[in-house]
């Protein structure tokens, strides 16, 4: 072989495995930007999809109401709203498993159609509120607890108006404090010792820089009885289309007294029907820019229970779940504030690539 | 071994692949399309931001009370964490009204996204006011 073709065929072998090299490294270089682009498409159709799913009423537009409606497209939105991302505080109850109304989210994927993505949403109150107690002392003949108030948006703290009610039995006292400028207050309230059982402590906490924002939790503690087990324990309560259904654990559960909370007002509920261990009780289309928290107290043989719900139905979370999705898998997160009944919350949706969990 | 022709040819080959990567660099150097879809998302939250405080007249009755402090925190509270914002309220004559700056942090340096709000307050004599948020991720 002469040595001229030994030469060209070094060089044509050198050339190949350079441009090869080349190409590798082109497209190596090229694909995070292409993947980009591509993905950019993917956050702003997700954006869309997000607002849509709370914009729209969903059909039949009272899904949220009618136990019986076939959902065949799906919808947040109130159907006779005023405002954009106003909610249906239905149809927003629907979604919590711990409602026996609750939709599964298969059916709400199914309804949604679009096929290629999986969701999941999250409704909450725009700040927490976390309750303690502090201490408990005997003053003649009651009982005063001190509970300690914290109210912050992860982390940072906001000052509130507090309306607080100790619930036991029949009894109940309103009181109302505040949350400094730290987010710290204090409740103080006071109990007399001629009832026992179970009570609950619910605030609702109001943001002074705008009424609508506001939040609520509860806690339970037993006043000269035993720790209260979990809520849910004796009772499942179940609010929807302003009907409150309880459904009793124990053929033995008496109910002494159904109540609705909210941050300015307090009802007695009216028993609407009866059934084998349920009740159902009607429940008062209230203005207050609050969330309703309705309360059950009575008893179960020699133990005492207060069992509550709120009404929305939150927190609540519902859909896929992207806490195992391969590293590097592109999940678009979008949040919203919404209305629902002139109160103000926030909805979570993450989207993503069809999940297995669908 | 070599002669002349091979010796070509490995410099023609060089010279080759010198220009394949040029080539590469420059598509590399070249400014990528602006991303909008991050502007678009934070313009969303901020009108809706000031959407949802006007919605009871929050947001009136705070610029006629002039109080600066609530209207930064209620805009704190609607706003999600990473999010910086400065909002200037003008009046009709187009003067700024806030006294003091209405801003959770320094917006100097960032990319920001401007929003612009008519409000009208809920009070007998209406006064119409133009609000300018300006919006930033932070980090």
């Known amino acids: ?358 | 071994m070599f002669d002349q022709k091979g010796q070509i040819r490995i410099i023609e080959s060089f010279l080759a692949i010198a220009v394949i990567f040029s080539a590469v660099l420059v598509s590399v150097t070249f400014p990528s399309s602006p991303d909008f879809s991050k502007q678009k998302s934070l313009s969303t939250m901020g009108t809706q931001a000031l959407i949802k405080l006007d919605t009871n007249g929050t947001l009136g009755d705070l610029i006629i009370q002039r109080n600066w402090a609530n209207m930064k925190t209620a805009l704190d509270t609607l706003l999600p964490l990473g999010v910086s914002f400065n909002l200037t309220v003008f009046d009709e004559a187009g003067n700024a009204v806030n006294s003091e700056a209405i801003q959770n942090s320094n917006l100097l340096g960032r990319e920001v996204v401007s929003v612009q709000y008519v409000c009208a307050t809920r009070s007998q004599v209406v006064d119409f006011f133009a609000i300018r948020l300006q919006l930033a991720w932070t980090g």
């Open chain 1, 1 to 358: 072989m002469p040595s001229s073709s030994v030469d060209t065929f070094l060089a044509c072998s050198v050339m190949i495995v350079l441009v090869l090299s080349a190409m590798a490294g082109t497209s190596k270089l090229m694909s995070p930007y292409l993947n980009d682009l591509a993905g950019r498409d993917d956050i702003e159709r997700f954006q869309y999809l997000a607002s849509n799913l709370l914009l729209t009423t969903g059909t039949p537009s009272n899904w949220g109401q009618s136990k019986s409606a076939v959902l065949s497209n799906l919808g947040f939105a109130k159907a006779d709203a005023i405002l954009p991302y106003e909610l249906d505080i239905d149809k927003v109850t629907r979604l919590n498993s711990e409602n026996i109304y609750s939709m599964m989210y298969s059916n709400l994927w199914q309804a949604f159609g679009v096929k290629d993505v999986s969701f999941q949403i999250e409704i909450k109150t725009l700040f927490e509120l976390s309750i303690e107690l502090v201490s408990n002392s005997t003053q003649g003949s009651q009982s005063v607890y001190e509970f300690e108030i914290i109210a912050e948006k992860s982390g940072m703290p906001i000052s509130t108006s507090l309306s607080s009610y100790a619930v036991v039995k029949d009894f109940v006292n309103k009181t109302e404090s505040s949350t400094s400028s730290d987010g710290e207050g204090t409740v103080t309230v006071g109990i007399p010792n001629s009832v026992n059982g179970t009570t609950l402590l619910l605030v609702f906490a109001k943001s002074t820089a705008n009424p609508q924002v506001i939040s609520f939790n509860a806690y339970a503690f037993g006043h000269n009885s035993p720790s209260p087990l979990p809520n849910g324990t004796f009772a499942k309560l179940s609010p929807l289309n302003h009907v409150l259904n309880a459904s009793f654990a124990y053929a033995t559960a008496e109910v002494s007294k159904a109540q609705v909370f909210t941050s300015s007002y307090n009802f007695s509920l009216t028993e609407k029907a009866q059934g084998v261990q349920t009740v159902e009780y009607l429940v008062p289309s209230l203005l207050d820019a609050s969330p309703m928290v309705m309360v059950l107290t009575g008893v179960n043989g020699s133990t005492s229970f207060a069992e509550w719900v709120a009404y929305p139905q939150i927190p609540l979370q519902i859909g896929a779940d992207f806490s195992d999705s391969i590293a590097g898998s592109r999940i678009s997160v979008h949040s919203q504030i919404v209305t629902v009944n002139s109160a103000l919350y926030e909805v979570v949706t993450k989207w993503g690539g069809l999940s297995s969990s669908v």
